[in-house]
């Protein structure tokens, strides 16, 4: 077990190397999962498993399973991008912030994916926060390990061009959907984005975060959410959402489900993630 | 700073927000609940156009009545006395909704009292409500 310093507004530096877990006292405390087996990283995370064998080759000495709490900041915005997050349980949401603390989601990466694969083109800094929304287990690389092993393998290069394809496919249409959706058909959307990205129908989330990422008053989060809740589609209580029927929050949710969905082939790769 | 709770009246049993948020007066709240209406409301006007958003203070007085239809954009191009028109309508398609929602209420809970006294079987909850209330 390894002990890190918290920066004063509670966040881990990004050069970590593990885990940070908040305890009940306040105290943190950064700790690394023991090594699993390739295996175990290939059913996690769906990038990883559509990486070709000898591209995950590369990287695979220099993987390390973490597990990240709730609220801790993956980077921030001009922050450079030292490390690269496959989830395999949890979500991060890659969040623009404004001057009064404000802050609004514009894409999530579950296990789908992966955060900070811009690193492999070269030292790049991020554009926006990126924050793990829900917690869970997470593979962790050095961008500079991702770097050279991109350098060596074009099929790793087309793979990662492909991915931040999509993740800017899904940004745009999230830029529409802010705009055009009412809060409802958005929060429809976001719980069945989030359920798919970690791969359970239960959301370990409070109000405030969802309020947060849907650009809303915490009151509107209140009242959408009992609204779903008086119709029987989710049960909602203290800082956990479940999803009771699927497909009524579906066919309330807003067209954007269906368009950044990342269960389609991608490409002519015929590569799913 | 008082504390103001929220009720979202939509005709078909009523949405509390009973986690108080903290206001330095009336003015405030009313801002923070008019925001509040214009997100809920965004996109689906004409779905909750009959709406309307109550803020009680500590002491459980409703401080503001906010209709829905009073902040709609999509009325803005009305003449001022159709507008108020329109609202009034709102008003009252609400007040229908809940009266209406109420008698069938009444209505299965008048049933399930029936069928509880004969040892029959109920329905004890709707909607995570129970049918027939403790008294």
Redesign the interface.
Known sequence: MQTVELFPEGRVPVTLTGIAMIEPSGASRIRTLPEQASSARLLGNRLLAALPGDSFALLEPDFKDVVLPQGFVCFDPGDPVNQVYFPHSGMISCLVTTGDGEMVETSSVGREGAVGLQSGFGRRVSFTRALVQIAGKFTVLPAARLENAVSRSPALRDVILRYIETLWAEAQQNAACNAIHDGSARLCRWLLQCADKIGSDQLLLTQEFLAEMLGVRRTTVTLLAQELQKNGIVRYSRGRITILDRPALKAAACECYNAVKHDRPLGGTGMTI | MPNYT?E?R?G??D???E?S?LFADNAGALR?AR??VQ??????EAETRTWRLDVYNEGGDCVIALPFASLDPTLDHLRPELRAMVEKFCDRRLSVDEMIYSARNTVRESQALVAKSRGKFYVAAR??KRTIPDR
């Open positions: 929220f979202l939509d078909h049993g949405l509390d927000d986690t948020v923070y925001t509040v997100e809920l409301s965004r996109s689906r909607s995570g």
